[in-house]
Structures are given as structure tokens and as C-alpha cells.
């Protein structure tokens, strides 16, 4: 069982919509949750980090954290075509390595 | 944000030479950096934990003589592809880690080098 799973996609929405992009992890002692954006041929772009349950929200985006069901989630508001990217969650303990998901695809559509 | 920096971008070389890449953390510092690579549409791949002053650490499947890794400074790795092949022919991206964060979200990526051997 990998330690992230993050469904791949792709997924396409039309601009102005709200999108959720999810991953499960399968370890409790993960203590910190972050959600990675990479253009195409870019290094990933750190969007938000959290170590708790609940919401932190930053401008359109709010990153979701249920540790009881080891589920974590990004909501974009309002998409934007320069939205469309590749989202990947990381998870992490302590100061040990990231654990990336897959990624997902998103293509948000004028 | 905190800025990490690789150089080269792109790097196109013939099959058989050696390669190297930087890179570099520019406003902080970094005891820790990774080397990863990513193939088209998929994920990153960690291949390597650098620590600054000692060995790297591999992951599983990476051949430490073919990919050798040097951690000199705080501020500074580099990972040399040796005798490459086009089989080696991937996106490299390195990642710094801020030594002043503690947890997660101070681990910062390059832009990646994309790396083609002929």
C-alpha cells in the first residue's frame, strides 16, 4: 500500500468553478499536510502547509485536514485557467522525507 | 517565498559523457537538500538525501556510483549523472530544506533540469 494516494485524474473544470482535489494516506504518525502546484516542465510550487485538522484557507484556496479518516483535500474557489497545473500532496513527519502523491491534473477551461 | 535555484535548466548531451547539475538555496540555509526525478506525467521520484558535510543517502534502485552527489556547503549541491545513457534522460529536481523550519512547508523546490541524453 503506497503511503499517499492521490486519484491522477485528469480532471477539467470550467473557469469560474469550484474544484476539490483529495488524497488518503494511510500512516496516523504523518503530522504535517501540504499541497504542491507544478506548471508543466517546473519544479512544484509550495500553495499551503498545516499540521492540524480542520481548514486553512489563503486567498481561493483552502486546504482541508481529517485526520480521523486520513484525508486531506484542496478546494480552489473561483478556478482560473492559470489554475491548470498539476496538484500534489505531500505529507511528512517531523523532519523525515516528503511523501508525494501522484498528482493530479487539472485543466480549468475559459 | 524562500528561492531555490538549479542551473542548468536543459541539458542535452551525448550518451556516454558526464553531467552536472547545481543547485542551490539562495536566501537560506540548507542542511538538508534531496535530488528527485520525474518522467512525464508522473510523480517525483525521491532519488537521494544529501546532507551537508557527509555522505548522501539513496534510495532503493539508485545507483549511488552513477549518480554521485556532493553536498559541499549549506547552500549548495550537486548531483552528477556519470557515463550517462539515454535511459537517464529525465526531469531532475533538487529541494532544499530551511534549516529554521522544524516541520512541514520548509522544504522548497528548483525549477528542474531536463536532462536529455542522445
Known amino acids: 500500500q503506497k503511503e499517499v494516494e492521490q486519484d491522477p485524474g485528469p480532471l477539467s473544470v470550467p473557469e469560474g468553478a469550484i474544484v476539490s482535489l483529495n488524497c488518503t494516506y494511510s500512516?496516523?504518525?504523518?503530522?504535517?499536510f501540504m499541497w504542491y502546484r507544478q506548471y508543466s516542465r517546473k519544479g512544484p510550487e509550495l500553495l499551503m502547509y498545516?499540521?492540524?485538522?480542520g481548514n486553512k484557507e489563503d486567498g481561493r484556496f483552502t486546504a482541508q485536514v481529517d485526520k480521523s479518516s486520513k484525508y486531506i483535500s484542496l478546494f480552489i474557489r473561483d478556478s482560473q485557467p492559470s489554475d491548470s497545473a498539476t496538484y500534489l500532496c505531500?505529507?511528512?513527519?517531523?523532519?523525515?522525507?516528503?511523501?508525494f502523491g501522484t498528482g493530479t491534473r487539472l485543466t480549468v477551461i475559459p | 517565498g524562500a528561492v531555490v535555484s538549479q542551473h542548468p535548466s536543459r541539458v542535452i548531451c551525448k550518451s556516454g559523457t558526464s553531467v552536472k547539475i547545481e543547485c542551490r538555496s539562495l536566501?537560506?540555509?540548507?542542511?538538508?537538500m534531496f535530488w528527485y526525478r520525474q518522467f512525464p506525467k508522473q510523480s517525483l521520484m525521491l532519488m537521494a538525501t544529501?546532507?551537508?558535510?557527509?555522505?548522501?543517502?539513496?534510495e532503493q534502485g539508485v545507483e549511488k556510483d552513477k549518480f554521485l552527489i556532493n553536498h559541499a556547503s549549506l547552500t549548495l549541491s550537486t548531483l552528477t549523472v556519470t557515463s550517462a545513457h539515454p535511459e537517464d534522460s529525465s526531469f531532475y529536481i533538487c529541494?532544499?530544506?530551511?534549516?529554521?523550519?522544524?516541520?512541514?512547508?520548509?522544504?522548497?523546490f528548483g525549477p528542474g533540469t531536463r536532462l536529455t541524453v542522445l
Open positions: 529541494s532544499a530544506r530551511d534549516t529554521r523550519l522544524a516541520g512541514g512547508g520548509g522544504q522548497y
Open positions: 536566501d537560506f540555509q540548507a542542511t538538508t
Open positions: 544529501s546532507n551537508e558535510g557527509s555522505k548522501a543517502t539513496y
Open positions: 505531500a505529507i511528512q513527519t517531523g523532519a523525515n522525507n516528503l511523501f
Open positions: 498545516t499540521y492540524s485538522s
Open positions: 500512516n496516523s504518525a504523518f503530522q504535517y
